[in-house]
């Protein structure tokens, strides 16, 4: 993601200025931690953060001047980007060594060296305490940005180190709004129904295809419930698609629509309800049990990158289905 090239995110309007008040000011926090909400807009205010840095315009982050035009172009030589590499869930300890070599060198503009780790929560052990070292001896000029969602992953020794900056995930109407700018109008409500306010995510997805993933998805859980529909190989080639994490939302919102429907509560929006494959009023649920469930999933989610077997645990996460739902009257 480019944070030249995309345009703005109104909601972190606050956070931006805040990052270029303390760049003015000769203030800039050695170690920044942004602690993101998923598809809020996190790596894009890194970047902004580590334009805002590299500039050396009048009024940073200029977007003219040299350093702005090559970071743009994402050629900046002292701007460096660490995430999980190729396949990989975590962010390795020879990642972390590696760019404390590069930071260790002087500047090649002669200006600030920036690196974004994203997601900082995909730092294993090892490498979190590698990140340490870096973090109690900086050489002046260096930032480093790091980018997690859940940041209690991250060592107490690595975060008592960083300012942190909380990014909020945008108002619904916000979400929307934005989305309608980017990409036209589209079914995004429901997108959102599923995914949560999570825009960037969004912006990523096509609506019309992930409409039929999330209908596939309903569908599958509604017949596994019911006991109409095997679960064998299920899990497993769920868990192994790439398109895990939007499987386990729509998981979730599928038992959501189910603790609503048990609980009498109309939760969901009116686009969401048209879809097919939602619990029945026929059912007789077991709150308790679906609740277990949701509380299964979202521990599924914030687990993905480590590195548990998806498989397994999705497989006996919905295996316990058919026991949450009594259907009072098959067909
Ligand atoms: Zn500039």
Redesign the pocket.
């Known amino acids: 993601m480019d944070s030249g090239t995309m345009a703005e995110l109104p909601w972190l309007d606050a956070q931006v200025g805040q990052l270029r008040r303390a760049r003015l000011a000769g203030r800039f926090a050695p170690a920044l931690l942004i602690h993101d909400q998923r598809g809020a807009g996190g790596l894009w205010l890194a970047h902004r953060a580590a334009q805002l840095l590299l ?3 009048e009024s ?6 040299r ?2 035009r090559l970071f743009l172009a994402a050629q900046h030589p002292d701007f460096i980007g660490v995430g999980p590499i190729e396949d990989s869930r975590v962010i390795r300890v020879e990642q972390i060594r590696e760019l404390g070599e590069q930071l260790s060198l002087t500047a090649h503009g002669g200006g600030a060296t920036v690196a974004v780790i994203a997601p900082a929560d995909a730092l294993n052990a090892n490498a979190a305490n590698a990140l340490l070292k870096t973090l109690e001896e900086p050489r002046a000029g260096v930032s480093l940005v790091l980018v997690a969602s859940v940041p209690s992953r991250l060592p107490a020794t690595v975060l008592s180190r960083c300012q942190r900056i909380e990014v909020q995930a945008p108002t619904r109407a916000q979400s929307l709004r934005w989305l309608e700018q980017q990409r036209g109008q589209a079914p995004w409500n429901a997108v959102l129904d599923v995914i949560g306010n999570a825009p960037l995510e969004a912006m990523a997805l096509d609506p019309a295809e992930f409409g039929r993933l999330a209908s596939e998805t309903f569908a599958a859980l509604t017949g596994i419930a019911t006991g109409r529909r095997e679960l064998t190989g299920l899990a497993e080639r769920w868990a192994r698609a790439e398109d895990f994490e939007l499987r386990l939302a729509c998981i979730e919102t599928w038992l959501t629509a189910c603790i609503d429907r048990a609980a009498g509560a109309p939760g969901q929006s009116p686009e969401l309800r048209t879809g097919a494959h939602l619990p029945e009023s026929s059912w007789d649920m077991n709150i308790a049990a679906l609740l277990r469930l949701l509380q299964g999933a979202y521990e599924l989610r914030s687990l993905r990158l480590t590195s548990i077997n998806r498989s397994v645990a999705l497989e006996q996460l919905l295996w316990q289905l058919p026991r949450t739902v009594q259907v009072a009257a098959v067909s």
């Not at 940073?60 to 001047?65: A, E, L, N, S, T």
């Open positions: 500039c050396r315009g940073p982050p200029c977007g003219r001047c350093d702005c």
